[in-house]
């Protein structure tokens, strides 16, 4: 998975609007590039994997975060 404008591959899921219910009923779901912002779509197994990547991710920040020592 590519962002087609700068050939990223750092990809998270976006918010839907109105203009991808035609998409979302063929499987194609909105993704943004991280880099360069912009939109695109992606199919079902692809946002399948970039939202495991994501909760992935936030899982690991969570951890990370929370083990962490605050200095006093």
Partial sequence: MRC????????????????DLFFLLTLRF????????ERTRV???????????????HHAHAKHGASRKTPI
């Fill in 43 to 57: 199919s079902i197994l692809q946002a399948l994997t970039i939202r495991r990547l994501q909760k992935k991710e």
């Fill in 4 to 19: 087609p404008s700068c050939g990223s591959s750092h990809l998270r899921l976006s918010h839907w609007k109105v203009s």
């Fill in 30 to 37: 909105p993704a943004r590039c991280w880099l360069c912002r």
